[in-house]
């Protein structure tokens, strides 16, 4: 025979599969492993959190973009609403990195949160005033009173370890849809935005990818530069190439949406905003509450619950920790609820959720660590108060935005499925969970939102419009329905019998069902400050 004769037969070991982690290895500094304070790494800790801050002002800037002008704002307020945003980010990613769950999380805001506030928008005690100025501030009143009566859910769900008894019932199985559509279900606010300005957007991604993932191939060296920072460098790259184009008058003669997406001056942020100004409670007024738009809302923070929950999921697996005990997600859900309720008091105009695109960030980097999340959360505090030059960094024209979260998003999708590792996938009843609750967690909210984008409201139209929000927001949400039905579903369809378990997954979980049963768990989820003798967690 041409070629030599045959080759030679596997050995036995090569036949077995990839050994199960309950820990992500190859994380170069984990949850409680931050960079040292070196020459050298003590600026890379700065760069990564400075990198973490970039990321996260994507969402911090597009949210208020869409909704100040509805509310009758302009640049000024836009900018004062961007700005409080962001500080309360700040202060409640702290608050979280250090009480919360102690996950590296970004807490920042939410587009669960916006069919909501639309909804307040719209509402009829507001079309009969005149002056812009007092219905943005009314309507911004109304909102805040929405927000602080909804953050009760999260607080009570959260703190009295309701979320906690939950969460027990969760498996790797039934994780798999949740965290893998907390990210994949994402993707109208990936390419679709990118495409916007594709001459820039393309670019971006490329480029990205080629410093996260093919440079660190080309060269090995002992301080891995480009894959850490490759953020910077191609927001960078790409930020200068679309200022060219601007200012030689590429868009001249565009049409007004291609100059609003593409152009580099035109965000309208840096003019608007204060050269120093601090963000304070109750800042637009004394808010105003309206039943309905409170229960309107609280039903967009239990959506916001059931998303953040993937996500921390996501965040534990890339920050190389094991997985969350569930009173250690439950105390996460409380100081979330919190966040929530500071982002009513200083007026926002958004509730607030785990950062989805950070927690692949996380991933992308391999760098896990807490410290460096809490020096990005500086970086928030810092630039709200110093408008101006966090106005800068704010005006990132958003195509480049959306090609991060084209690689972000991706990482966190692939994180639930990761768990598949832990699950018989030669089950019928494992097929059928996994492929029913992940095509439907696509299909359903793509059908709320074809009907909408048709008819301009849900399928749930009545003349209660806090009602309607109620249901058509649910079941406008990937990750909810998908996990909801996952969870369900495993719950439901199981034989009390050791096999079923362990298709499910549930025998490798079983340790993390509490905190006090794996030793690891004191290590990454303690309090503080010897806080877990009096806050004691089980």
Not at 214 to 228: A, L, S, T, V
Not at 370 to 379: E, H
Not at 414 to 434: D, E, P, V, Y
């Amino acid at each position: 025979m041409a070629g030599g004769g045959a080759a030679p037969p596997p050995k036995q070991e090569e036949l077995q599969p990839h050994p199960v982690k309950d820990q992500l290895p190859n994380v170069s500094y984990c949850i409680t492993s931050p960079p040292p304070w070196r020459e050298f790494t003590a600026s890379l800790a700065i760069l990564l959190g400075f990198q973490h801050y970039l990321v996260m002002l994507g969402t911090t800037v597009l949210i208020p973009t869409s909704l100040v002008t509805q509310m009758g704002g302009g640049n000024e307020e836009k900018a004062k609403m961007i700005q409080t945003l962001l500080f309360v980010a700040g202060i409640n990613t702290l608050t979280q990195t250090l009480f919360g769950t102690r996950l590296p999380a970004v807490i920042g805001g939410s587009y669960t949160f916006v069919p909501t506030t639309i909804s307040i928008i719209l509402a009829g005690r507001y079309s009969n005033i005149v002056d812009p100025r007092e219905k943005f501030e009314r309507i911004m009143r109304g909102t805040q009173g929405a927000l602080i009566v909804a953050s009760t859910l999260q607080i009570v769900v959260g703190f009295s370890g309701l979320w906690r008894n939950v969460v027990r019932f969760l498996s790797p199985l039934s994780a798999v849809p949740l965290v893998a559509l907390s990210g994949f279900g994402l993707y109208e606010l990936g390419f679709p935005v990118l495409a916007k300005c594709v001459e820039i957007g393309l670019p971006e991604i490329v480029i990205l990818v080629v410093f996260s993932q093919y440079i660190p191939h080309m060269m090995k060296g002992e301080r891995p530069i480009f894959d850490r920072l490759a953020v910077i460098f191609s927001v960078a790259v790409v930020w200068i190439y679309a200022h060219i184009l601007t200012v030689g008058g590429a868009y001249k003669n565009a049409a007004t949406t291609t100059q609003d997406t593409c152009r580099t001056d035109r965000a309208g942020i840096i003019s608007g905003s204060p050269w120093i100004r601090i963000p304070y409670p109750f800042q637009w007024g004394a808010p105003t509450f309206d039943a309905g738009e409170a229960f309107a809302m609280m039903a967009a923070s239990f959506v916001a619950l059931v998303e953040s929950t993937g996500a921390f999921i996501a965040v534990s697996r890339y920050a190389s920790a094991t997985p969350l005990p569930p009173s250690i997600l439950s105390r996460g859900v409380g100081w979330q609820g919190v966040g929530i309720l500071l982002s009513g008091i200083f007026g926002t105009g958004n509730g607030s959720s785990v950062s989805v695109e950070n927690a692949g960030l996380l991933a992308m980097t391999r760098v896990g660590s807490r410290r460096v999340v809490q020096i990005s959360a500086g970086f928030m505090i810092f630039f709200s108060i110093l408008g101006k030059f966090g106005a800068v960094f704010a005006s990132i024209p958003t195509p480049i935005v959306a090609a991060l979260y084209c690689l972000f998003f991706a990482y966190v999708g692939s994180a639930g499925l990761g768990f598949l590792q832990f699950c018989n996938l030669n089950s019928f009843r494992t097929k059928f969970i996994l492929g029913f609750s992940i095509f439907m967690g696509f299909s359903i909210p793509q059908y709320f939102k074809e009907y909408t984008a048709l008819k301009f409201y849900g399928p749930v139209h009545t003349h209660a419009r806090w009602f309607n929000d109620m249901i058509n927001v649910p079941f406008s949400s990937e990750a909810f329905v998908a996990g909801s039905l996952a969870l369900f579903l495993d719950a439901t369809l199981q034989k009390p019998d050791s096999q079923t378990r362990k298709d499910r997954g549930m025998h490798w979980w079983d340790r993390f069902r509490s905190f006090k049963t794996d030793t690891r768990s004191e290590e990454f989820y303690s309090l503080p400050f010897n806080l877990n003798k009096f806050f004691p967690s089980v």
